[in-house]
């Protein structure tokens, strides 16, 4: 009985511990901007000739495949490109061919959902929907890079 117990007691300190940490969501860098700072975002990137990345994801989610691929769009873009987060209620100041190429069967249908807008013309450049192979899905993330001309 003694052991029985302590294999239960281990068993609920362990779903206790491990709980949040695989059903939290994530935390965005500070690099990441939000849809309110758009204007300032559009500015910046014209100045700087790098694309805008809109990233529909979820961070509240539990699903970790969605928690990473969206993460990898943010590291692999740090620097080439200026990232604006969307989530599910921020469509509000979004341009209209962005949420189009979002709800687009070409966006797929899970997240995260990303589309790369040239800043100075304003045209969506290139949509990429989420890819679980993770190599292929960095491959298509590293293409934004070379969207905009020198």
């Given at each position: 009985?003694?052991?029985?117990?302590?294999?239960?007691?281990?068993?609920?300190?362990?779903?206790?511990?491990?709980?949040?940490?695989?059903?939290?969501?994530f935390?965005?860098?500070?690099?990441?901007?939000?849809?309110?700072?758009?204007?300032?975002?559009?500015?910046?990137?014209?100045?700087?000739?790098?694309?805008?990345?809109?990233?529909?994801?979820?961070?509240?989610?539990?699903?970790?495949?969605?928690r990473?691929?969206?993460?990898?769009?943010?590291?692999?873009?740090?620097?080439?490109?200026?990232?604006?987060?969307?989530?599910?209620?921020?469509?509000?100041?979004?341009?209209?061919?962005v949420?189009?190429?979002?709800?687009?069967?070409?966006?797929?249908?899970?997240?995260?959902?990303?589309?790369?807008?040239?800043?100075?013309?304003?045209?969506?450049?290139?949509?990429?929907?989420?890819?679980?192979?993770?190599?292929?899905?960095?491959?298509?993330?590293?293409?934004?890079?070379?969207?905009?001309?020198?």
């Amino acid at each position: 009985m003694n052991r029985a117990f302590r294999f239960f007691f281990m068993g609920i300190c362990a779903l206790i511990f491990w709980s949040p940490v695989c059903f939290a969501g994530f935390t965005l860098p500070p690099d990441v901007y939000r849809t309110a700072a758009l204007k300032d975002v559009q500015a910046k990137a014209r100045s700087m000739n790098v694309p805008i990345v809109f990233l529909y994801s979820d961070e509240n989610s539990s699903c970790g495949l969605a928690r990473k691929a969206t993460l990898d769009v943010v590291e692999k873009l740090k620097g080439c490109a200026l990232i604006v987060y969307v989530s599910r209620n921020d469509s509000a100041g979004i341009p209209s061919n962005v949420i189009k190429a979002m709800n687009s069967p070409a966006a797929g249908k899970f997240i995260p959902k990303t589309v790369a807008v040239n800043p100075k013309t304003g045209s969506v450049e290139m949509i990429i929907p989420y890819i679980a192979d993770r190599d292929q899905r960095i491959a298509e993330i590293k293409k934004i890079k070379r969207i905009m001309p020198k």
